[in-house]
């Protein structure tokens, strides 16, 4: 089976600090995990995977296997971050294509001013 | 606007009505899943379709529940007799996926519609 953990329901920072929304996962086999984010009155959109390594919006994410983790991290955080954040896990079944996503319970971020 | 729609956006039923939802996929994609929201939760997987048919549906909340995509462009989500605890936000994805050895592991990324919001009173 497989989970996703966000621990922090709600999470604010000031404007400028640093940021990390922390995620976990459980899953037997190599998982691809990615970051969704679904700002206030838009659909949900990706933000980043682990995978392609890139940084998206200052944005980072480094899959951590031997703590089962993927937390997102952001130096400085801007007040357009302000926004629900979901973690991701995608498992691939016997054919080696990924199926559906299993999602965590998600972390409102708020960036004060 | 290119991207994945669903219809209707809002729906109100009675208790014990049957509802039907509609989701298009973006034209190329040849992936749909459908998932389900409540309040403070993440998004649940459903069911999803490779083209016409029908991949997984053993987590489809229970035998009132079906999907189909008789063609492999839209899709529909029925769900019968309906309860007050079928009240959530209802998401339709699509994505392209590989069906060839080599692609890029960004084929994967799945799109996300505006959902439809079920309130059953």
């Known amino acids: 089976a497989q989970r996703v953990t966000q621990p922090e329901k709600l999470l604010s920072v000031f404007k400028g600090a640093p940021v990390e929304l922390k995620c976990n996962y459980s899953y037997s086999g190599s998982p691809e995990l990615f970051w969704y984010v679904q700002y206030s009155r838009q659909r949900l959109q990706l933000l980043l995977r682990?995978?392609s390594r890139e940084s998206i919006k200052g944005f980072t994410a480094d899959l951590n296997k031997g703590e089962t983790s993927f937390h997102l991290k952001k130096p400085f955080a801007q007040e357009e971050d302000s926004a629900m954040y979901y973690c991701a896990l995608s498992g691939r079944d016997s054919s080696g294509s990924a199926r559906q996503l299993t999602f965590g319970s998600g972390t409102q971020l708020t960036v004060l001013p | 606007d290119t991207g994945v729609s669903q219809n209707p956006r809002h729906k109100i039923t009675k208790r014990g009505q049957n509802v039907t939802f509609r989701c298009d996929p973006i034209s190329e994609h040849n992936r749909l899943y459908w998932y389900r929201q409540t309040l403070g939760q993440g998004p649940e997987f459903l069911t999803y379709f490779q083209n016409e048919a029908q991949l997984e549906k053993s987590r489809l909340l229970s035998d009132r529940f079906s999907a189909e995509r008789p063609k492999g462009s839209f899709s529909t989500l029925e769900i019968q007799r309906t309860e007050q605890g079928d009240s959530a936000m209802y998401l339709c994805?699509?994505?392209?996926?590989?069906?060839?050895?080599?692609?890029?592991?960004?084929?994967?990324?799945?799109?996300f519609g505006p959902g439809t919001r079920l309130t059953v009173t």
């Open positions: 994805a699509s994505s392209l996926v590989p069906t060839t050895t080599g692609f890029s592991a960004l084929a994967y990324e799945q799109y």
């Open positions: 682990h995978i």
